[in-house]
């Protein structure tokens, strides 16, 4: 299996658990080894009290593409922390899109990088994510007898 076809696997095999990410209205942009591109359409009720897209929902666009470029390699791996800048608002029908790249991987830990953008290109948010790999896999990739 090469490293894009698992990686494809496991976006799957972790999508159809994923009822957060899909109760919020995310799709699956790509997926690579290390690497995540989600999308989002801001909807009135993704709004805060001010009209504009709640922080919190930018937020878990960001650490959704986040967790999918950390197991995108059929290991399962959390967040140990995550830390987001707010640049730009985002407003209702903006296309968000959160494209994650990991940077850094040492062992069970690893560091990923998360900039989320409008349909103009302008930088709403960017994050930070720190994980760690724990023990398990999101499907069975089987041992082959030689």
Not at 9 to 25: E, H, P
């Amino acid at each position: 299996m090469t490293p894009q076809e698992r990686a494809e696997k496991s976006a799957a095999a972790m999508w159809a658990q994923d009822q957060a990410s899909q109760w919020l209205g995310m799709t699956i942009v790509s997926v690579d080894e290390g690497v995540a591109v989600l999308a989002l359409d801001v909807q009135a009720h993704h709004a805060n009290g001010i009209g504009i897209c709640h922080g919190g929902v930018t937020y878990a666009l960001a650490d959704s593409a986040f967790a999918f470029a950390c197991n995108s390699r059929n290991q399962l791996t959390v967040a140990q922390h995550n830390t987001m800048s707010y640049i730009a608002p985002a407003r209702v029908g903006d296309r968000l899109t959160a494209t994650a790249r990991e940077i850094s991987l040492n062992g069970r830990n690893g560091i990923c990088d998360v900039r989320v953008t409008n349909e103009a290109g302008t930088v709403v948010a960017e994050f930070r994510g720190c994980s760690r790999t724990i023990r398990g896999s999101l499907f069975d990739e089987g041992v082959e007898n030689a």
